[in-house]
């Protein structure tokens, strides 16, 4: 994709001042679309509009119908028709795609188009109207032509929003970076159950378990303006971590397996994924069946940059429970099957950048100072031998580059090929990109007097860091340039970002530097 350009600004400032002001229902040509039975009620885009995994060609567009969204919705237990349209320019003067979809009550009225035949790597504007009324105009992107070699690709990294741990203040910030898609790997919501002391307190009575409980808790995050208008501003790709059905969750696995029987654990996956399907931009592949939703995919952005979006919940062993278990090679995260297609599309890949969206943190972290290893179970290292395998692989894979989250920290690391030996060589980079509001404002003393004397113990490590925010990444062929966007608050809904760091990886030259 090309730079940003003082054009593509000046179209997202345009676009984000048409959100929430209808436009102007005159330039829609009549379409034949049947006339619902029921007319809707008030507000029917509240929890406005999305698009998703962007292909040269083609874009998942997103809403969902719910005048009442923190209370199942509101709508009438039938079947509606939506009209959408897709077009070059944000007044619809030129209207390259349009249709009508089904918002069906089984799906919680959510819509998914994903429209085709598109033009690589522009942007594009859409709608939706139901029952004469508009939704806001959403302004999205496709990715780059298949052949395409240069050029540049700006992408944001986010993760973890705790909606009662703070205001999503980083997507005000990233949306004036218009990046040209948002990686989002993981906690988009949180199943916590409501605090009197949060900062913004979570809607319901306590942890979600059904459909209608969890469709709600989704509801409530999209309330966020800063969330909503990112998602209007530019497509996201996502893959989902453990907060969106239950902490820590492996397999078929609970948090807690004395307190929640398999069977009831199981219909709680089935109506976790549903209500994350119905929620999110992604293509029919992922529509759930029971207990499984299809989340790792492949994501190309011409020849620049492959995106393998990895799925480190459903198919991994319970987490170990001490370091010998953490090195037992009966240990898995991806599943054989989702390991073989991983090691498949980063072996035969045609890309100069092959980048991995890990929910979890790949790179070690050593927590005992001194001689000895301490590990988290439920990220990488808790899964030892899988994890060693894959790195000795990045050895022969062009400029693999690890995308993670879920720590509530910026860690930056180079990557090791045996992160037991000091002098093995690196073998990639890996970003983890903090949290957008999960663990809250921070204490940055307490903070780098808790972390800094297990530096010695973790060389690999190039920048650590407490603040909220996410990272921005310009794709070129010759290297990446990444900063690290921080925010100086998420405890109310303004705040102010910057820089905090900014790092550099070479184009076939493993590991990343601070510049
Ligand atoms: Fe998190």
Known sequence: MNAPSPDRRRFLTAGAAVLGAAASAQLWLPSPARAAATPLPDGVFALGVAS????????????????????????????????????????????????????????????????????????????????????????????????????????????????????????????????????????????????????????????????????????????????????????????????????????????????????????????????????????????????????????????LARLNVLDTRQFRTDQATTQAGAESPSMTMLGAEQKQWLRDGLRDSPARWNLIASQIMMAETDLLPGDGKLWYYDAWDGYQVERNSLLREFADVRNPVVLSGDRHLTMVSDLKEDFADPDSDVVGAEFVGTSVSSNGDQDEAAFHAQWDPLKADNPHWKVIDCHRGYHLFDIRRDGIDAQVRVVDTVVGPQATASTLARLRVESDEPGVQVV
């Not at 998914?112 to 594009?124: I, K, Q, S």
């Not at 209608?212 to 208008?229: C, G, K, S, V």
């Not at 969750?249 to 549903?274: C, I, M, N, T, Y």
Request: net charge negative; charged share 25%.
């Open 52 to 303: 998703g995994d962007p292909l040269p060609d083609g874009i998942v567009l997103w809403t969902r119908l719910a005048p009442d969204p923190l209370n199942g919705g509101g709508m009438p237990e039938e079947v509606f028709p939506v009209e959408w349209e897709l077009a070059e320019d944000e007044r619809f003067r030129r209207t390259v795609r349009r249709g009508t979809a089904e918002a069906r009550p089984e799906l919680g009225h959510s819509v998914h188009v994903d429209v085709r035949g598109l033009r690589p790597d522009r942007p594009y504007w859409y709608r939706f109207r139901a029952d004469g009324r508009l939704s806001p105009t959403g302004r999205t992107r496709t990715a780059p032509h298949a052949h395409q070699r240069g050029g540049a690709l700006r992408v944001a990294l986010a993760s973890c929003q705790n909606w009662q741990h703070g205001y999503f203040t980083p997507y005000a910030d990233m949306l004036a970076q218009d990046p040209d898609f948002v990686l989002f790997v993981g906690d988009y919501i949180y199943e916590s159950a409501p605090s009197a002391t949060a900062v913004r307190r979570h809607e319901g009575k306590g942890e979600p378990y059904t459909l209608e409980q969890y469709r709600n808790r989704y509801a409530q995050y999209r309330t966020d303006p800063d969330l909503a208008a990112m998602h209007a501003n530019a497509p996201w790709v996502v893959t989902f971590d453990d907060h969106e059905v239950d902490n820590d969750w492996a397999g078929e696995v609970p948090q807690d397996p004395d307190k929640q029987s398999h069977d009831a654990f199981v219909a709680r996956l089935a109506a976790a994924f549903q209500a994350y399907y119905e929620h999110m931009p992604v293509r029919a592949s992922a529509v759930p069946t029971g207990p499984h939703i299809q989340m790792y995919r492949r994501l190309e952005f011409g020849r």
